[in-house]
């Protein structure tokens, strides 16, 4: 079965800095789609970015960008110029492409706290 | 293009009782997931709707069903409630199940 696993349960970054969300998963597919996802304290879960498996291109988007290493297993997201309204829950989620893969699998999340 | 709604977004039941919650996709988006969450087993599937049919199903009881409209609007139900079954319940549309967009969700608390 696949797992996504977030090792850092809280991080915290000072305002206009960088900060990287580290996160693993495990699988046996080849081709699957990646997601970093934001949930505030409203608690609405925010696609922040999305990383198809059989692109070797990091995706980006404004500020976030993501280090997407396939072989090892490794989806990282890259907050640039931090913001307090940054300052969330970052999900990492693993998507199949088949079947009963077709669901998200989330990691267990990090919190992330902007210092002003 | 509204976003992904969500309701009751507030709800209170007691144990033994049976709760229908309800979601409406982007236009256009054919597919609703289901998720649930809560502080120790945090995000799980529950289950994900194609045009009417169950596509997927997690690993949830029985008392968890859901069912989709020909509009795509979904709801779920969750009969005999369990003190366990308090949780924030996130619903997600996507046009074919590869980008999902979630709604607020709907904040359940059994007592």
């Known amino acids: 079965a696949q797992t996504v696993t977030q090792s850092q349960p809280e991080m915290s970054v000072q305002e206009a800095e960088t900060v990287t969300l580290s996160c693993t998963y495990d699988?046996?597919?080849?081709?699957?789609?990646l997601f970093w996802y934001k949930q505030p304290p409203s608690r609405q879960m925010i696609l922040v970015i999305r990383?198809?498996?059989?692109?070797?291109q990091n995706a980006t988007e404004n500020r976030f960008s993501v280090n997407f290493q396939k072989a090892a297993k490794s989806f990282s997201l890259k907050i640039s110029d931090s913001q307090l309204g940054d300052a969330a829950m970052y999900f990492c989620?693993?998507?199949?492409?088949?079947?009963?893969?077709?669901?998200?699998?989330f990691g267990k999340g990090t919190k992330l706290s902007v210092k002003p | 293009k509204a976003g992904v709604t969500q309701t009751p977004r507030y709800l209170i039941k007691t144990r033994g009782q049976q709760v229908t919650l309800s979601c409406s996709p982007i236009?256009?988006?054919?597919?609703v997931s289901w998720y649930q969450q809560t502080p120790g087993q945090g995000l799980q599937f529950l289950f994900e709707?194609?045009?009417?049919?169950?596509?997927n199903k997690g690993n949830f009881p029985g008392r968890f069903s859901g069912r989709q409209f020909s509009n795509s609007r979904s709801e779920m139900n969750v009969s005999t409630l369990e003190l366990g079954d308090s949780a924030l319940y996130l619903c997600?549309?996507?046009?074919?199940?590869?980008?999902?967009?979630f709604g607020p969700g709907t904040r359940l608390l059994v007592l």
């Open positions: 699988t046996s597919e080849s081709d699957y789609y």
């Open positions: 989620a693993y998507r199949g492409l088949r079947g009963s893969q077709g669901n998200l699998i």
């Open positions: 990383q198809e498996a059989y692109k070797q």
């Open positions: 236009s256009g988006h054919r597919s």
């Open positions: 997600a549309s996507s046009l074919m199940g590869q980008t999902q967009y």
């Open positions: 709707y194609f045009s009417e049919t169950q596509r």
